[in-house]
């Protein structure tokens, strides 16, 4: 039963993988036209000289914000963990 259960799970993966092969996008064409857009009107809609700042910070401003907070509390998680105690010194 497990073998059987490993070869479906392997043939849905590899179905997966030639179906994503399928759907790529040619090396350097864009999948949609939101770079045009970004790249036409990021100065006039957000106020900065870099386009890539302007999709960082004022586009997506909400996801960077929670990539810090992530980062934030991993780091914080890790100092936790390995802080010395008064006991310890």
């Known amino acids: 039963m497990r073998k059987i259960a490993g070869a479906i799970a392997f043939v849905i993966f590899f179905a997966f993988l030639l179906f994503s092969m399928y759907e790529l996008h040619e090396f350097g064409k864009p999948p949609s036209d939101m770079d045009d857009y970004i790249i036409q009107n990021a100065q006039n809609e957000t106020g900065a000289n ?10 997506r401003g909400y996801d960077t914000l929670g990539e810090a907070t992530v980062l934030f509390t991993a780091i914080a998680g890790v100092m936790i963990l390995f802080r010395r105690g008064k006991d310890e010194e």
């Open 50 to 59: 870099n386009a890539v700042t302007s999709v960082v910070f004022d586009y």
